[in-house]
Each structure stands twice: as C-alpha cells, then as structure tokens.
C-alpha cells in the first residue's frame, strides 16, 4: 500500500511539473480568454489546476483526480477531529502538533512527525511521540540529520568540576558536603532513582518518570541524553516540562524528597 501511494505520489508531481498551463480563470477572477481565443468555461484544459465549476461548487482537474484515486483505494475524507477516529479512516494520518486529521497522500502536508497507527493516539498531547524516534521512517531520519547539521557548530557546555577543596562527597542522610567518604552517616531507607536516556519528552517518558516518583525516592539522578541534540528549547520540553505548543505538553523530571 505504501508502494502504491508512493507511485500515486510521483505521478501526480510529475503531472504537475508538465502540464501546460492553458487558463487558471474561473469564478471570480476576471473571465480570461485562453490563447485560442475560445471562452475558457468551454475549453478543455491540461493545466491539473484548472477549475471546472458547477454552481458554486469548484473543483480542479488535480482535485478531481486526486479524489477518484482515493475513491478506488477507498480511503475516505479526513475530517476526523479525534486521533483514534482519524487513524481509523483509510488514508488519513493525525498531526499532534495541531491536532487535526492529514491526508497522507497530500503532498502539501506541513506537519513534521504525524501520528500514523491508533496505538500511537495515547502519546500525543506530551511534547514529543514515539514515532519520531524511528529511525526506520524517513521523515525520522531527516529530523536527526537536520538537527545534528543544524547544531553541528555550537560549542559544547563545559563539563562542571568541583572547585579546588571540595570532594564532590555529600552526606545522603543530611545533604552536607564531606571531606571524607568515611565522615558520612549511614543511610537507613534511603531510595534513589537512576534514570537513563530518558529526555524524550514522549508520554512514555512520563509513565517512567511517574513510576519513579511514586517509589518516593530521596534522590533522582537524570543520566544524560536530551533528544534530539540537547538543545536549550529540548531541555524545555523534555526536561523542565515546559510546553512545546498550544496541545502538546512538555515532560518534567521527577525530583526527589531531599535532592
């Protein structure tokens, strides 16, 4: 299926690209005369944006095409206003950052990442979805890439250090700085929450993050990556819990009771 779309795809670029362009009038726009001097209501045109209208009802040779190829795959319109509604309809794939149900042949689809499978609905008002990160998937792959070019030449952050006369050693039962591992106090039920490769900023994250708070851990310890490159704004999201637009929501990292 996906093969068809793909060659449904090409052919109606190509189309595009070749067609001549014989009237783009129509209602409204000034009732232009092709170059055959013919009426142009009456004359049939290559050009696939030339609109044919019936009463008020306009439709273009590209739209007219478009929609009998969809006719014979049988997908339907996607006008859906729910994610399981849209994924459900043949064709139709769901845009989290707008929340609003694509066209998947549409070659005008602006959405970066959508949501293409009802089991990837749950994930979709947290800052980022799974779907994303698959590499298999090719708008994936070009999200990593750009992002890695784009951030390519930025100076990494200093690696912090501990100034001259600190240890780094801290007591868990009392938050003091030590001198000396051996000066501590012993810590009596003392939980602490090591998570790694966590900053997705997917709801799958979350579920990790709400499971580690609910151990109610005494310490929490983020063990590095930020995705997709570690960015200001992807720490805002998948870090800090700040949102990321007006439906998706950001991601915070669980803190714990004393540190």
């Given at each position: 299926?996906?093969?068809?779309?793909?060659?449904?795809?090409?052919?109606?670029?190509?189309?595009?690209?070749?067609?001549?362009?014989?009237?783009?009038g129509?209602?409204?726009?000034?009732?232009?005369?092709?170059?055959?001097?013919?009426?142009?209501?009456?004359?049939?045109?290559?050009n696939?944006?030339?609109r044919?209208c019936?009463?008020s009802?306009?439709t273009?040779?590209f739209?007219?095409?478009?929609h009998?190829?969809?006719?014979?795959?049988?997908?339907?319109?996607?006008?859906?206003?729910?994610?399981?509604s849209?994924?459900?309809?043949r064709?139709?794939?769901?845009?989290?950052?707008?929340?609003?149900?694509?066209?998947?042949?549409?070659i005008?689809?602006?959405?970066?990442?959508?949501?293409?499978?009802?089991?990837q609905?749950?994930?979709?008002?947290c800052?980022?979805?799974?779907?994303?990160?698959?590499?298999?998937?090719?708008?994936?792959?070009?999200?990593?890439?750009?992002?890695?070019?784009?951030?390519?030449?930025?100076?990494?952050m200093?690696?912090?250090?501990?100034p001259?006369g600190?240890?780094?050693?801290?007591d868990?039962?009392?938050?003091?700085?030590?001198?000396?591992?051996?000066?501590?106090?012993?810590?009596?039920?003392?939980?602490?929450?090591?998570?790694?490769?966590?900053?997705?900023?997917?709801?799958?994250?979350k579920?990790?993050?709400?499971h580690?708070?609910?151990?109610?851990?005494?310490?929490?310890?983020?063990?590095g990556?930020?995705?997709?490159?570690?960015?200001?704004e992807?720490?805002?999201?998948?870090?800090?819990?700040?949102?990321?637009?007006?439906y998706?929501?950001?991601?915070?990292?669980?803190?714990?009771?004393?540190?």
């Open positions: 299926r996906r093969a068809v779309r793909a060659i449904l795809t090409c052919f109606c670029v190509l189309v595009i690209g070749t067609a001549p362009i014989v009237w783009h129509g209602s409204g726009e000034g009732g232009a005369v092709s170059r055959a001097g013919k009426n142009p209501s009456t004359l049939f045109s290559l696939p944006f030339h044919h019936t009463g009802n306009c273009s040779m739209q007219r095409f478009k009998k190829v969809e006719d014979v795959l049988g997908f339907g319109p996607c006008d859906a206003d729910d994610c399981s849209c994924l459900q309809t064709g139709c794939k769901w845009c989290p950052a707008t929340q609003s149900c694509h066209e998947s042949l549409s005008y689809d602006k959405c970066k990442i959508a949501i293409n499978s009802e089991g609905c749950w994930g979709q008002y800052a980022y979805q799974l779907g994303e990160f698959l590499n298999h998937r090719a708008k994936d792959a070009y999200e990593w890439i750009a992002a890695s070019v784009e951030n390519q030449g930025l100076p990494l200093p690696f912090p250090t501990y001259n600190t240890t780094g050693i801290f868990l039962a009392t938050g003091l700085p030590l001198m000396d591992a051996s000066d501590g106090s012993p810590a009596v039920n003392y939980t602490i929450a090591a998570i790694a490769d966590w900053g997705t900023g997917t709801c799958a994250a579920a990790v993050a709400e580690a708070a609910a151990q109610y851990p005494q310490m929490t310890i983020h063990m990556d930020v995705y997709f490159v570690s960015t200001p992807q720490f805002d999201t998948n870090l800090l819990g700040k949102s990321r637009n007006s998706q929501q950001g991601v915070a990292f669980p803190k714990g009771e004393s540190v």
